[in-house]
């Protein structure tokens, strides 16, 4: 094997989604996924059937809210679950690990960054400080010049093109210009964003609201990333955003992504 894939999916409760979620992997064989919003406790994480589908597993749960993973059909170690700058943080919103895989050792990382809510309320100052946070340690991860992925649910749209209408979004949760400061800025460290460097001028969303049909009516944003090493990037022969799972009776809200890597 000379190529590996590497999706990012926020699947909105793992317990309530796992027929969707099953049923995409079982048509998309991909080789690592980084999930989010499990909503479920490590304990009740439906390991078995994953493992079954040949996947290792590392899980950072929490009940009832956040909860992301690290789905790999090969081993992994050294996993952290925190990220530093808040020792208190009890929210599990992120967790990291070495992949072992033909390519060669991949660092990834799956994060869940606070939604924010309202700009008014103080859960928008935690959503900057994670990515304050994030943005600290991701310096310090580069400097090992890894082959690397940061994949998670940002809950951040970069650009225009990222959202439906750039009027109707502009200020608000998710197309702030604080937030959108703050994922340039991860971008500046080195980090690349995997759909747009193989999709430059594509329109195309991650996720769409369940309210007032916005799936149907195309009212999304792109809000969910594969963010990429320059090692990482270098290996990127392709990136999509697959809606299948969109369209399924009772689905996530969002889409999964995935990056294609080779040698």
């Not at 317990?15 to 980084?34: F, G, T």
């Not at 009740?44 to 992301?68: C, D, W």
């Not at 895989?101 to 309202?118: E, F, H, K, M």
């Not at 800025?185 to 049909?213: E, I, P, T, V």
């Amino acid at each position: 094997m000379s190529s590996i894939s590497i999706a990012t999916f926020n699947v909105n409760s793992i317990k309530a989604r796992l027929p969707n979620v099953l049923a995409w992997m079982d048509s998309n064989p991909v080789d690592i996924i980084l999930v989010q919003e499990l909503k479920c406790e490590t304990a009740s994480f439906p390991a078995m059937e994953i493992e079954q589908r040949g996947y290792h597993l590392a899980i950072h749960g929490q009940k009832t809210y956040n909860g992301v993973a690290i789905l790999s059909k090969f081993p992994i170690s050294d996993v952290t679950t925190t990220l530093p700058g808040m020792d208190s943080d009890e929210q599990a919103r992120y967790i990291e690990g070495l992949v072992a895989t033909p390519l060669g050792t991949i660092r990834v990382a799956s994060a869940y960054v606070p939604n924010g809510q309202d700009i008014a309320s103080d859960k928008f100052p935690y959503k900057l400080a994670f990515y304050d946070r994030l943005y600290a340690h991701w310096q310090q991860v580069l400097t090992r010049h890894e082959f690397a992925v940061l994949g998670g649910d940002f809950n951040c749209a970069p650009e225009e093109i990222d959202v439906y209408s750039s009027k109707a979004s502009d200020g608000k949760i998710c197309f702030h210009p604080e937030e959108r400061k703050r994922l340039r800025a991860l971008l500046h460290l080195g980090l690349y964003d995997a759909f747009r460097l193989k999709n430059a001028d594509k329109q195309q969303f991650s996720w769409w609201d369940y309210r007032m049909n916005g799936y149907a009516q195309s009212h999304g944003l792109r809000i969910d990333h594969l963010l990429c090493s320059a090692r990482a990037s270098d290996a990127l022969s392709d990136c999509v955003i697959d809606e299948v799972p969109r369209q399924q009776e009772r689905p996530s809200d969002h889409a999964p992504v995935i990056g294609y890597f080779s040698l």
